[in-house]
């Protein structure tokens, strides 16, 4: 099968893994994918990250992926049929400056895609909000708590460690310690959904 015109993203990255797994090459979905299925699709997508966590050749993953009807342009896979993209960023799979070796599966109808933890996830995106001052990450970080109540005491020892290896852009405790005491999130437009966290308090440290 090669046109997925009428294919939902999620089901699309488990025909992939399938395919990928058939040949030998072992993934991981991360990225915003991730984010979409652990938001209950309140974040939304068009794209597909898998790091390659076997180390299979470019070269391999491309005539995968040539089987499925897609094309490389740049580091992005594309196919004709589809808006949806699948890019592979480089492996290791590290979340901060953690190397992830326990990852999970997600189930879609026959399909079985392997997949970031949800705490990971919230961690590789509070990564990119600490690291490049991703406003829409923290958002998605957020989000993903929100849902699956995560408690922010989890990830505090996380925080102050990435924050700390960051430029400060952010205020301190009391006690000089880097990060939150609060945050207010304003979303106004994840993609195709509208997105309101009005006065959304997230409280990295207990007062």
Known sequence: MTNFSQTPIKELAGIIARQLEADG???VLVGGLAVEFYSKN?????????????????????????????????????????????????????????LIKETTFITIGEYKIPILNRVDVVKDRLSAYFHWKDRPALAQALTVMTCHQINPVDIKSFCIKISAASEPSFKTTP???????????????????????SHLHFRWFQQ
């Open 175 to 197: 006690t000089g310690e880097p990060g939150f005491h609060y945050y207010q999130v304003l979303v106004t437009d994840f993609g195709h959904n509208s997105l309101w966290f």
């Open 25 to 27: 090459i072992e993934v």
């Open 42 to 98: 309140i974040y939304l997508t068009k794209d597909i990250d898998m790091v390659n966590i076997n180390y299979q050749a470019p070269a391999i993953i491309g005539e995968t992926m040539a089987k499925l009807g897609f094309y490389k342009k740049g580091s992005i896979y594309k196919n004709t049929s589809t808006k949806i993209t699948v890019e592979f960023p480089s492996a290791p799979l590290f979340v901060g400056d953690k």
